[in-house]
């Protein structure tokens, strides 16, 4: 069992974050146990060819387990995230080849999922409230009081210092796990604890997404027609301008058209707004041949 007592000022420091250094650890264990993550056989086929960059760091995927430090923001980069790895040092180079060779190439997909959660978890905790959003992260929670439970590998009894905590969506997570907080340092900032939880839609992950028809390309043009195809699940111009090779500026002007028509909604989180599809949009994808 693992529980976690609240306090008035920690509920109002919960925040989220994407952490590419969890998910890639995360990645690793998924391709070193494939019957446990059927729904990433697609990606595991080709995980399994990567060469020494993965088989040189299983022997010490608990080890990096243990070591991975909570996320800091929403937005990481790995870099940041391993500059924080400062008891192993030595792992560093190991981690990012990893990275670079498993998970890089496949990231744009997989943070888009990560931040469709994001954008989800928001707006449910604005319209529903904190106790909504543990209610529905994952079976094994359990919200009473000022407490948050869950059934899993024994972690303890943690109390929060007022300092909040984190929540972090992962693809490649079947369960909740907890990362401890880190205290200040000298030359470092304490970091929050962070609690760890299998994302929504990664069911959807490594589906094949059909090309959006002519007659649609031929009504919006390509690119425009290509982009809405993407925002059936929420990201953002960064996130679009990488899935489709377009410049950050070419898929603003795209999106601001398809706003004006109608076409997707945004939403903004923090420094990101995040693209959909509207509900018009949506039914012009499904009857556009």
């Not at 106790?131 to 359990?142: D, G, N």
Request: aromatic share 6%.
């Amino acid at each position: 069992m693992g529980d976690i007592r609240f306090g008035v000022d920690d509920l109002a420091q919960l925040r989220f974050a994407v952490s590419p250094l969890w998910e890639t650890i995360a990645a690793l264990r998924a391709s070193a146990d494939p019957g446990r993550h059927a729904l990433h056989l697609p990606w595991i086929k080709q995980a399994l060819t990567v060469g020494r960059e993965r088989t040189d760091l299983l022997p010490h995927l608990a080890e990096l387990e243990a070591l991975a430090p909570p996320p800091r923001c929403p937005l990481a980069e790995i870099e940041e995230e391993l500059a924080a790895l400062t008891e192993r040092p030595e792992r560093v180079a190991p981690v990012l080849a990893w990275w670079e060779a498993g998970v890089r190439p496949h990231w744009p997909r997989i943070r888009a999922v990560l931040e469709a959660d994001l954008a989800y978890r928001t707006r449910q905790l604005a319209e529903d409230g904190i106790q909504e959003v543990f209610a529905h992260l994952h079976p094994s929670l359990r919200w009473s009081d000022d407490r948050l439970s869950w059934t899993g590998p024994p972690v303890g009894r943690l109390t929060l210092d007022g300092g909040g905590i984190t929540l972090a969506p992962s693809a490649f997570t079947a369960r909740c796990v907890l990362l401890p907080g880190r205290p200040a340092g000298p030359g470092r900032n304490g970091t929050p604890p962070c609690l760890v939880y299998p994302s929504r839609g990664v069911g959807t992950l490594w589906e094949r997404r059909a090309e959006p028809g002519d007659g649609l390309a031929r009504l919006l043009g390509r690119s425009r027609a290509g982009l809405l195809g993407r925002t059936s699940t929420p990201t953002t111009t960064t996130g679009l301008a990488r899935q489709t090779g377009l410049s950050p500026g070419a898929v603003s002007q795209h999106l601001a058209v398809l706003r004006d028509a109608g076409l997707v909604t945004g939403h903004r989180y923090r420094r990101e707004v995040y693209y959909r599809a509207s509900e018009l949009g949506l039914a012009l994808l499904e009857r556009t041949p």
